[in-house]
């Protein structure tokens, strides 16, 4: 009886995620958009419309953290998209916009780093890339972001946490959009300094998990109580880094292989042995990240963020294209009768265009 109260609690974590945080994330992005048309250069008025037009769908996941044990915290849906939509942006300005100057990327990525710390000196973003005049787009959404975070009473308890993730989120972005042929020396090099943070992982598995949001994003979540107390805080980076947010950008990457391989991006996937392997090792991602999610204050909550993202992902078309319905089968049966129902609800959210 208490495994059908779960699924039914789980059911509804997933309608308020869709009647209550979806439509605030478009009215959001809708607010975001709106701006990119104000004296942007044509480039990055292009790429901003972009990443908000293709992306949408990573605020709308990011954002479930707004549901909180006390109910739907709007203000957290602001923070969660503004930052959100400058990793999105960022990512764009690496990877579609001709530049692969890692030394304007890192100025460029200043802004995550400026966005998560309200004391940080705000410098030029654009002072070594070859675009710069955004209309104060990108200074807006940092902003934003720092504006709702000194309302967060447990901020200061978080900061260091966040601030540790995102400088990773950073140093990922850096290295991985430079010149081919660099990229993978200095992403193994930069792995090499960190080893002892994750030393049962891979580098390309550690370069995963850094490059997901969602532990900020939970850091955020938790920031909300006043009573916050610092061993859950340990505990909460524990359960998601690496293991949920390496699930997160595995995952991603795994339904992502065909196109990266045609367009010839970087695919950690592709440093795995075979198939059968990277199975494996997003099953062991799996398990850990239930594991140390269910020793967490709000269990249910996490545990369905971690099956969410298993119904979210191995929902999409891409799986059955590429026949990849053997590995989702895996994930599924591990991850609990309860992941199906989410993966069959995610099935329907997209044949109707809500996700």
């Known amino acids: 009886m208490s495994g059908f109260r779960n ?4 059911i509804r974590i997933v309608g308020r995620l869709v009647t209550k945080v979806f439509p605030e994330v478009d009215r959001e992005l809708a607010r975001w958009q709106a701006k990119v048309t104000g004296g942007a250069q044509e480039e990055l008025a292009r790429q901003a419309a972009a990443s908000i037009r293709h992306k949408r769908f990573h605020a709308q996941g990011g954002s479930v953290f707004a549901i909180t044990a006390n109910g739907f915290r709007p203000e957290l849906v602001k923070l969660i998209v ?24 890192r100025l460029l990525h200043e802004a995550i780093m ?6 940080r ?3 030029d973003f654009y002072g070594l890339y070859p675009y710069h005049e955004d209309g104060g787009y990108l200074q ?11 309302t967060l009473p447990s901020y200061p308890l978080v900061r260091d946490e966040v601030i540790s993730l995102a ?4 140093d990922l972005q850096v290295y991985k959009h430079s010149e081919p042929a660099a990229r993978e020396s200095l992403l193994a090099g930069w792995f090499a300094g960190q080893r002892e943070r994750c030393p049962d992982l891979d580098w390309w598995e550690f370069g995963a998990a850094s490059g997901s949001t969602l532990g900020v994003f939970a850091l955020f979540a938790v920031a909300t109580r006043p009573e916050l107390e610092p061993a859950e805080v340990k505990a909460l980076v524990g359960a998601y880094f690496p293991w949920v947010c390496g699930l997160h950008i595995l995952l991603d990457y795994l339904i992502d292989q065909q196109e990266d391989c045609e367009g010839g991006d970087l695919n950690f996937l592709f440093y795995y042995p075979d198939l059968e392997t990277c199975a494996r090792r997003l099953r062991l ?45 895996r994930l599924l049966r591990d991850a609990g009768w309860d992941a199906r ?15």
Request: with cysteine; charged share 25%.
């Open 140 to 150: 807006d959404l940092v902003d934003e972001c720092r504006r709702v975070l000194r």
């Open 7 to 10: 699924t039914l609690d789980q």
């Open 114 to 119: 400026c966005a998560v710390d309200p004391d």
């Open 82 to 105: 503004a930052l959100q939509t400058i990793s999105d942006y960022l990512d764009n300005l690496c990877d579609r916009a001709g530049c692969q100057d890692r030394h304007a990327f």
């Open 341 to 355: 129902v989410m993966h069959r609800m995610c099935r329907g959210l997209r044949s109707i265009g809500v996700i």
């Open 285 to 329: 991602f799996l398990a850990e990240g239930l594991r140390r999610t269910g020793g967490l204050r709000s269990p249910l909550f996490h545990q369905t963020v971690v099956k969410g993202l298993l119904a979210l992902y191995l929902s999409d078309p891409k799986v059955e294209c590429q026949r990849l319905g053997w590995v989702a089968d």
């Open 167 to 170: 400088g990773l989120y950073s």
């Open 121 to 123: 000196n705000v410098p």
